[in-house]
């Protein structure tokens, strides 16, 4: 059974930095894919930030050049360095991993962690 467990979230003035770690269960070499996610409160999950198992990486238009997304496989971690931190980056953050194969994927989630941005 994977796990992903995240931490780092907390209460942040805008214009801040916070980084966020997500320790997953095991090898995290065995994920085609890893991110992170957010959810605002009355909106839908959004994708923030994703890395392929090639190391490439992606993010969306409304965080790029101020979140970065990272890993250390040998400590199967995830993190994600946030920058210049709005309020509208206000919400519950989820790290994601993702195993493709034969049949359906297999889509794991954490139990997330808060994150506002608030003077």
């Known amino acids: 059974q994977v796990q992903l467990v995240e931490s780092g979230g907390g209460l942040v003035q805008p214009g801040g930095s916070l980084r966020l770690s997500c320790a997953a269960s095991?090898?995290?070499?065995?994920?085609?894919?890893m991110g992170w996610y957010r959810q605002a409160p009355g909106k839908q999950r959004e994708l923030v930030a994703i890395?392929?198992?090639?190391?490439?990486?992606n993010s969306a238009d409304s965080v790029k050049g101020r979140f970065t997304i990272s890993r250390d496989s040998p400590k199967n971690m995830v993190y994600l360095q946030m920058n210049s931190l709005k309020p509208e980056d206000t919400a519950v953050y989820y790290c994601?991993?993702?195993?493709?194969?034969?049949?359906?994927?297999?889509?794991?989630w954490g139990q997330g962690t808060q994150v506002t941005v608030s003077s």
């Open positions: 994601n991993a993702a195993l493709y194969g034969v049949g359906q994927p297999q889509i794991y």
């Open positions: 095991g090898s995290i070499r065995r994920f085609n894919l």
């Open positions: 890395m392929i198992s090639d190391g490439s990486t």
